[in-house]
């Protein structure tokens, strides 16, 4: 057979049948190289020597012990057997047992000594491991101190991953691997070989080995963000989009029931600018405003320019409850100006679709609204002039450079409903140019926040009560969708307490049926992500038609819908949800003439919860509360969500690099990959062979995602 080499699939391994090279395809893993960047999740720090009169009962350790009896195996009911010797460091004795592992037998002689790696159990005076790991143990030939311990899929064991990934390291060994970071970056920040990192990131020698091994990878992660992002920034500036003429927007206006706010109007000058911009490089702009700051308006007159000179616009949301919506409120607005506009949809007729393609296709709609259903590839416009994405930040930037491709061209304008401070911005939407609407609407009346805790339950239900009773409705978000449910939580906190609040955590599921229970003569309704799109689209019809009083609801609320009358937002463990995603929610209510109130519930005690929560009764504005999230919590929160349709469209995750702690760095990754792209910006010179693989990667994995 021939050599391997780093691209080799895995299925040439030894021990890799097909079986488990499926499920390693499964996992991501398809070549020798994905092996190697297969990191451990965690090490288990062997080296760190424990002594058996101070193990506690449950404790986890290693162990240097000498043999002190032969062992001795039985027979135990039905075939088990025993095998069962004891053990001594300096400080005491220790009885190990192995189960149906009779071999061990004539491992284990007296006087000698091994490194154990076990569970202590600790009764009365007696200490006892059973099945630990064992290694020989020779005072002159030290083990490795840290044992890697890896992300599994299937039936595939850590001691498995370990032997197939030492067989790449093997190939690793004879081909060596290129470097994907340019010389510069190398040099400057002393950063070792990747070679010698993906050895120690395996196997590491020591913790300083470890680190620099994270240095490399944190900065092949940066460096190859920064270079992805910046091309498709490359693209966008390449791309020729259509250069307009000036629109004049006194008609636009005209049918609006307000005129627009000053922010609006420069915003609008913005987009405008652009759009006309005789230079022909097109729009590519990111319009950041609060929740209720009227972003709706400044798109629709993006759109109707767009028209105007002939092109159409698309409009795309990242649900199908937002995308109705906007075409509920933009489809009146661009009838009375003789425009027609579209809503296709993933639960459109085939038969609309058929239609809507049509006539997309023929040039005759003008503006259509949609959810990334409009990314398929039988979407087909005759002149595309504008696309917008609305609410950004569940798309993710791979994601709307695919969208890029779609337009061919077209301008891009994207807009976010969390205010992103201006460096985060930068970082995370470095290809766009940014607006920003910092001004409300007149007459929006203030929220009125409260932070509660347990006890004050009753009057809170009876508060719920009092608002049906005046006909006003009502929103409820917990957590978790159902009970024991842990995954999906909205980021963790970092705090002592969170185990138990893991176990105490509010489930809509469970609450729904308990606030029924509890209140016979309200109509409750539940709505959450594992709903299908069309479910949620009718709860969500149905409550802002007043048909239900109480919606307890997961995150899914958490983007855009209008109902203005709802006047209650109650966010049950607060604590666990991030400040943005707070005010987003409380963005829900006070939209309409009402009185509205947010109340926060959580019993959190932690020193970081509680003053998190606090910003959010002092400040109402968006930016403000963006800005102090980003202190107190990193930027998580303005990741694409784990719930939601980013889930599946590549949000894209590092594996090493954390956003938080490397925000400086990541600026500077930025500065590498802008030089490397001045002297090859296609990166065809054979030096940059391999990094463009892995760039190419970043944007297959969402075109994947969404064809
Ligand atoms: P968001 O920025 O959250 O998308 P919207 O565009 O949905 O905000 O606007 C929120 C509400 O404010 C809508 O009901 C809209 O009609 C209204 N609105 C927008 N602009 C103005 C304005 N200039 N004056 C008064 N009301 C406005
Ligand atoms: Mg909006």
């Known amino acids: 057979m021939a050599e391997l ?22 996992m991501g893993i398809f070549t020798v190289k994905d092996l190697l960047y297969h990191f451990p999740r965690a090490y288990q720090h062997r080296g760190k020597i424990n002594l058996l009169c101070n193990a506690y009962d449950g404790e986890v350790g290693a162990f240097v012990l000498t043999v002190a009896s032969q062992p001795h195996t039985a027979t135990l009911k039905g075939r088990m057997t025993m095998t069962k010797f004891s053990a001594v460091d300096e400080s005491g004795k220790c009885n190990i047992t192995f189960f149906n592992q009779n071999y061990v037998s004539k491992i284990f002689n007296v006087g000698d000594s091994f490194r154990f790696w076990g569970k202590i159990q600790r009764k009365a005076n007696m200490i006892s491991m059973a099945s630990p790991a064992f290694e020989p143990w020779f005072e002159d030939k030290p083990l490795p101190d840290f044992y890697p311990i890896y992300p599994l899929s299937g039936n595939l064991t850590q001691k498995y991953m370990a032997k ?26 002393s950063i070792i070989s990747a070679k010698g990192a993906l050895k120690a990131i395996h196997n590491p020698q020591s913790y300083a080995m470890l680190e620099s091994a994270r240095k490399r990878f944190m900065w092949e992660e940066l460096y190859t963000f920064a270079l992805a992002i910046s091309m498709s920034k490359q693209k966008n500036r390449e791309a020729h989009a259509p250069i307009f003429q000036k629109t004049d927007l006194s008609e636009f206006y005209s049918v609006f029931p307000f005129s627009p706010t000053n922010a609006q109007r420069r915003v609008i000058e913005e987009t405008q600018r652009d759009m006309t911009d005789k230079k022909g490089i097109g729009m590519s702009r990111l319009i950041c405003g609060d929740v209720g700051s009227g972003k709706t308006l400044c798109a629709a007159a993006a759109m109707y320019m767009a028209v105007k000179n002939g092109y159409q616009a698309a409009l795309m949301a990242p649900t199908e409850i937002l ?84 337009g061919k061209g077209a301008h891009i304008l994207v807009m976010s409903a969390t205010p992103i401070p201006r460096t985060l911005a930068l970082i995370m939407y470095g290809d766009l140019d940014l607006s920003y609407i910092d001004e409300m609407p007149p007459g929006r009346k203030k929220v009125s926040t ?7 339950r009753q009057r809170m239900n009876g508060f719920i009560e009092k608002q049906a009773a005046e006909g006003r409705q009502t929103y409820i978000v917990c957590p978790a969708i159902e009970a024991e449910e842990d995954e999906g939580l909205v980021g963790m906190d970092f705090e002592p307490e969170k185990e138990k609040a893991l176990q105490k955590l509010k489930n809509a599921t469970g609450y729904a049926d308990n606030l029924q229970k509890l209140m016979p003569d309200l109509r409750i309704s539940l709505m959450h992500g594992k709903m299908k799109a069309k479910e949620k689209d009718e709860v969500m019809q149905s409550f802002a038609r007043g048909e239900i009083d109480v919606l307890v609801s997961t995150t899914v609320i958490e983007v855009g819908v209008n109902v203005p009358n709802a006047t209650l937002m109650i966010v049950e463990n607060a604590e666990r949800f991030g400040l943005s995603q707070l005010h987003q929610l409380r963005g829900r209510v006070g939209r309409g003439q009402y009185k509205s109130w947010c109340i926060l519930v959580s019993d959190a005690k932690g020193q970081n919860a509680v003053s998190r929560l606090k910003v959010m009764t002092e400040t109402n504005d968006g930016l403000e509360i963006a800005k102090r999230d980003l202190e107190l919590r990193g930027p998580g929160d303005f990741m694409p969500d784990r719930e939601g349709v980013a889930r599946q469209s590549g949000g894209f995750e590092f594996k090493v690099a954390s956003l938080c702690d490397n925000t400086a760095d990541l600026e500077s990754a930025f500065e590498y990959a802008l030089d490397t792209l001045k002297s090859d910006p296609r990166l065809q010179k054979p030096e940059n062979y391999a990094v463009k693989r892995v760039v190419e990667g970043y944007f297959g994995i969402i075109s994947n995602a969404v064809n």
């Open 5 to 26: 080499t780093l691209n080799s699939p895995v299925r040439y391994l030894n021990s890799v049948g097909e079986k488990r090279a499926q499920t390693l395809a499964n």
């Open 164 to 189: 197939i990934i030492s067989g790449a390291i093997n190939i690793l060994e004879k081909n060596g691997i290129g470097d994907i970071l340019p010389q510069k970056l190398v040099n400057e920040h």
């Open 323 to 406: 995308a109705t919506q906007h075409y509920n409120d933009l489809g009146v607005i661009f009838a009375k100006l003789g425009i027609r506009c579209e809503l296709l949809c993933g639960s459109s007729t085939a038969a609309q679709k058929r239609v809507i393609k049509n006539g997309l296709k023929k040039g005759e709609i003008n503006c259509i609204i949609g959810t990334h259903a409009l990314l398929t590839k039988d979407v087909e416009f005759s002149n595309p002039g504008l696309i917008i994405t609305d609410e950004q930040h569940r798309f993710g930037v791979m994601q709307r450079a695919c969208l890029g491709d779609k």
């Open 450 to 456: 409260f932070t509660v805790d347990e006890s004050y």
